[in-house]
């Protein structure tokens, strides 16, 4: 069993940064892949980014490339979401995710097992 716990979400005037942390309890998290997802309120949960568990591969979603960055820190079992350049429609619960086995398609939800409780993300104009 991994427990995911999120941290860093807050609120933010729109062009800020904030950076999220999602810390893990698993003992080989690079044997990982993480994600991380957002809810906005009424909406599906949507696809933000991705990486690998040796941390060589990320992915992000059209809408976040170029001002979200994803890293990891294998020797503290946390991975990061580095959000710059906010925009009020980044407002949403931010949630990350694992998954210990090969998956084809790390944007989707039901290609992890674990999840965290989710971080709330506000962006005001």
């Known amino acids: 069993q991994v427990q995911l716990v999120e941290s860093g979400g807050g609120f933010v005037q729109a062009g800020g940064s904030l950076r999220l942390s999602c810390a893990a309890s698993?003992?080989?998290?690079?044997?990982?892949?993480m994600g991380w997802f957002r809810r906005a309120p009424g909406k599906e949960r949507d696809f933000v980014g991705a990486?690998?568990?040796?941390?060589?591969?990320?992915y992000y979603a059209d809408s976040v490339k170029g001002r979200f960055t994803i890293s990891i820190d294998n020797a503290k079992n946390t991975v990061y979401l580095q959000m710059n350049s906010l925009k009020p429609e980044d407002t949403a619960v931010y949630y990350c995710?694992?998954?210990?086995?090969?998956?084809?398609?790390?944007?989707?939800?039901?290609?992890?097992?674990?999840w965290g409780q989710g971080t709330q993300v506000t962006v005001a104009s």
């Open positions: 995710a694992a998954v210990s086995s090969f998956q084809f398609n790390l944007r989707v939800p039901a290609a992890y097992n674990y």
């Open positions: 698993a003992r080989t998290f690079n044997n990982y892949h």
């Open positions: 990486i690998t568990g040796s941390g060589g591969t990320t």
